[in-house]
């Protein structure tokens, strides 16, 4: 009966072949297999798989009529704004991290695929002295966060984190949680939800079968955020835990300042219900997404999305006129999420990513196709920026904020070696800037440590989260 109905649900959607092999499948395969299509939407799949044909063939749209820069009085910055205003914000951060209103939450769903590992990015080793995974830094970082913000208030505060997992990555992800005794932190206070996972699809509306008995299937994007913040109850474990305020951010930049309280002071500050760290582009084509207003709204618009002319733009002094990179690391109060959920999750636009996605062609053999075969629909969580009522962006320093893990070493950029050099790098900056001279082996001065992200750090320095969150300097008597 069951069958069925699965049967006819999969005929009406157009993917009748989804059950071609089921007379050469056994009776658990049959059990399983039925238990993963009794989870499809069949009434949305049709509609799933025509769009994802038509995204997929449609090329993008131009918006370079309709956008213009994010206005100056909605943006603050590390570099620009005074040093009474960025110590304002900072001391409005850590006295809200003292009152257990700020949480932090990880988009983690991905595979660290492109880095050539089968295993959550979190738990990529980059090479650091130490052997630090990227999970074990960003645990020591919200412990010393913690510290600081009791240490000002005398509080015993609590930050959350919040870590959105996939079907790829939740499992792996607690276990290896619970191998490392949580890096310190409480467990309860540790709480890991799954996101959806959606089929992909060929490049003519249909699902592609990964087995003989299963669906290809991937997460539907950082953007599945918001349908899994409703699936977990997630907003409801933020409410009671008086979580006013929400750090978001993506696992792959190691640089990443959990719940920086210079970042939540100044969105606080502002009123706003959505923000964003940006960072100045490098060069006008840079491959990332710009934070800007488009026809009066705030969004990310990919660099796909613009005309090389207009990404070429220069204001008075020379800068970009369009120059605020996104970084996929967003401040967002609590009521806008549950804003987001419970009227606006499902206007998110799609976007289309295509992949290779492995398959099993006709005769039921098993295929690794050389190019892109398949199409994956994603979400971005950053596309709820225009639904916010009063949206802010804050510019940091990339060399401070931004080195994102990607690509395994080879690749020219976002590899495990910049990475470390971003990190060791920095962390020589700090102990100079605190007076410290760095020594050869032979006890000669080192040169100072270069700001830029693609020279070698002159030392193997590296100080651990518990010392210092952000280069502050602790006295001890």
């Known amino acids: 009966c069951m069958t069925g109905f699965l049967r006819q649900g999969l005929e009406s959607a157009g993917q009748a072949h989804v059950l071609q092999f089921w007379p050469e499948l056994c009776e658990e395969e049959r059990d399983v297999f039925l238990e993963e299509l009794a989870q499809l939407d069949l009434k949305g799949l049709k509609d799933h798989c025509e769009g994802a044909a038509k995204a997929a063939a449609s090329p993008p749209d131009s918006l370079d009529q309709h956008i213009e820069p994010i206005p100056p009085e909605f943006i603050g910055s590390v570099k620009k704004s005074g040093r009474d205003s960025l110590e304002e914000w900072e001391r409005r951060g850590l006295l809200e991290i003292s009152e257990n209103c700020v949480g932090v939450l990880l988009l983690a769903g991905g595979q660290g695929t492109r880095l050539g590992v089968q295993y959550p990015k979190g738990m990529y080793n980059v090479g650091l002295p130490s052997g630090k995974t990227l999970y074990q830094i960003q645990a020591e970082r919200i412990r010393k966060i913690q510290e600081l913000a009791d240490s000002k208030h005398g509080s015993k505060c609590t930050v959350p984190w919040y870590i959105m997992t996939s079907e790829f990555t939740l499992a792996p992800t607690e276990t290896f949680f619970k191998e490392n005794n949580y890096f310190g932190l409480e467990p309860t206070n540790i709480v890991m939800f799954e996101q959806r996972m959606i089929p992909a699809v060929t490049f003519d509306g249909k699902v592609i079968l990964k087995d003989k008995g299963k669906i290809a299937m991937a997460p539907d994007g950082n953007g599945g955020l918001y349908q899994a913040l409703v699936d977990n109850k997630v907003l409801e474990d933020m409410k009671k835990r008086g979580v006013k305020y929400l750090h978001v951010y993506c696992v792959d930049n190691i640089l990443v300042k959990m719940a920086d309280p210079v970042f939540i002071g100044f969105c606080v500050s502002k009123g706003a219900d959505c923000g964003a760290k940006v960072v100045e582009k490098a060069y006008p084509t840079e491959p990332v997404g710009v934070v800007c207003r488009v026809r009066g709204v705030s969004q990310v618009v990919e660099y796909s999305e613009v005309q090389p002319q207009t990404a070429e733009l220069r204001g008075p002094g020379g800068e970009l006129v369009y120059s605020a990179g996104n970084i996929c690391n967003h401040f967002f109060t609590r009521s806008f999420l549950q804003d987001v959920a419970e009227k606006y999750k499902d206007q998110l636009k799609q976007h289309v990513a295509l992949k290779k996605v492995p398959f099993v062609d ?44 990607k690509n395994a070493d080879g690749s020219a950029t976002d590899n495990p070696t910049t990475a470390r050099n971003s990190l060791l790098a920095q962390h020589c900056r700090w102990v100079t800037s605190a007076g410290a001279t760095l020594l050869d082996k032979y006890g000669n001065p080192l040169p100072l440590p270069s700001v830029s ?25």
């Open 453 to 477: 992200a693609d020279d070698s750090p002159p030392a193997q320095c590296e100080i651990s989260p518990l010392v210092s969150y952000f280069g502050e300097v602790r006295t001890v008597c």
């Open 362 to 405: 006709a005769h039921g053999v098993q295929v690794k196709p050389s190019k892109s075969n398949g199409i994956k629909m994603e979400k971005f969580v950053f596309d709820v920026f225009k639904f916010s009522r009063n949206f802010v962006a804050f510019e940091v320093v990339r060399e401070d904020e931004f080195s994102p893990l």
